[in-house]
């Protein structure tokens, strides 16, 4: 099955900006759904951000929004999270989700995605 990739985790202060990104090799980019998840220890899965396959329409979690863009490079098969504001409670592990999937209507659950990336850890400190 193919396998997502992260990168660009790393350590920053509380405010600043930081970009991770997800490549997807294998099968085609532009018919998948994609998402960002993020995780902490203890505590579920949870939903971040996700884009259609055009990249045309977005979705947030309400602790992201307004701080976190989601877009997305077809040639290319990237995925982007643009990440402003960081704060403390944003450290997780960050996980690259997929599915092929025409349209945006199940895109917040972690059932709704059949591809996972191996996650990159963002630690914001105060």
């Known amino acids: 099955q193919v396998q997502p990739v992260e990168s660009g985790g790393g350590s920053v202060q509380a405010g600043d900006s930081l970009t991770l990104s997800c490549t997807i090799s294998?099968?085609?980019?532009?018919?998948?759904?994609v998402g960002w998840f993020r995780q902490t220890p203890g505590a579920e899965r949870e939903f971040v951000a996700a884009t259609n396959r055009a990249g045309v329409t977005v979705a947030f979690a309400d602790a992201v929004q307004d701080r976190f863009a989601i877009s997305r490079d077809n040639a290319r098969g990237i995925l982007y999270l643009q990440m402003h504001r960081l704060k403390p409670e944003d450290t997780a592990v960050y996980y690259c989700a997929a599915v092929p999937r025409g349209g945006f209507a199940a895109y917040r659950e972690r059932s709704d995605y059949d591809l996972w990336g191996q996650g990159t850890q963002v630690t914001v400190s105060s």
């Open positions: 294998g099968d085609t980019f532009t018919d998948y759904t």
